[in-house]
């Protein structure tokens, strides 16, 4: 079932919710630049186990309202924390994908990790997706700047050559062309918001004041959020559990689906 839930005056982003009557909940944060989608292989799966799976697309992509502003993660995580407070959500693992990582940590911190029994984090983009001064991780500056300018002038390639480093397995061309399709749901202008939003955000002090325990799964192959950066969430965030894949790239939900389920589900149970 899909609905829309308003965040911010005139604003509404989109909610699918399957399985509503579930016995466990998890709130789902898509990665850039796609949406809820990008679960597809969890959302087809993960609910016969008895689980409630609610995928938000963030405002600007997939099927939710793209206002011009509001893509920095304070107002994004401020967006999940209405969705959360409107469907009186409580006692739920919260799971986030790339920035949706990075968007969960936030909110863990922000909002005191209001109803969040467990965070699960994959491939986040956190503490900061660019190498800056004394952090020598994550990827150079130049490849956002990048991305930015491809946005403005040739965003179908820039998004199709995204693609092309995204997942470590071999993916059909129609399958290529579908994760190109969730990009294109997206606006030039929040494709390109988010990105400099990676220019700008930091989360190293974000990471210790987590105290839930947190699963991170990621890619040792990743070419979008380089593996060192889940080392350090590991190292960053107390009763945390670092699980690398050794065949996935950034796209570990994909990659490796049914490991990646089945270490979700462990998680959660355990």
């Not at 994908?97 to 994959?122: D, E, P, Q």
């Not at 325990?213 to 192959?221: D, E, F, N, S």
Request: proline residues 4%; hydrophobic residues 35%; negative net charge.
């Amino acid at each position: 079932m899909g609905y829309y839930i308003t965040v911010e005056s005139n604003i509404k982003l989109y909610v699918e919710d399957l399985n509503p009557k579930g016995n466990k909940t998890i709130v789902f944060l898509h990665g850039w630049p796609g949406s809820h989608e990008l679960f597809e292989y969890q959302f087809d799966h993960l609910p016969k186990g008895g689980y409630r799976c609610i995928g938000i697309d963030q405002r600007g992509f997939g099927k939710s309202d793209k206002p011009w502003t509001g893509y920095d993660y304070n107002r994004l995580a401020d967006d999940v924390r209405e969705v959360v407070e409107n469907l009186k959500l409580s006692n739920f693992v919260l799971a986030g994908h790339s920035t949706g990582g990075a968007i969960a940590i936030r909110y863990m911190v922000r909002h005191n990790g209001y109803g969040v029994s467990k965070l699960a984090l994959f491939a986040a983009a956190a503490p900061s997706l660019i190498k800056r001064p004394n952090f020598p991780y994550g990827i150079d500056r130049e490849v956002v700047t990048n991305i930015i300018e491809g946005t403005y002038t040739d965003r179908p390639k820039m998004l199709s050559d995204f693609g092309d480093i995204f997942f470590f397995k071999y993916i059909t061309t129609p399958f290529s062309y579908w994760f190109l399709q969730l990009g294109l749901q997206a606006t030039g202008w929040s494709t390109a918001a988010i990105a400099n939003t990676w220019l700008r955000e930091e989360l190293f002090g974000d990471l210790k004041t987590i105290d839930v325990p947190t699963l991170i799964i990621h890619g040792i192959h990743d070419k979008v959020v380089p593996f060192q950066l889940g080392e350090i969430q590991n190292q960053g965030i107390r009763n945390s559990k670092l699980i690398p894949f050794y065949y996935s790239g950034h796209g570990s939900f994909y990659d490796q689906k049914y490991e990646f389920n089945k270490e979700l589900i462990d998680f959660i149970e355990g």
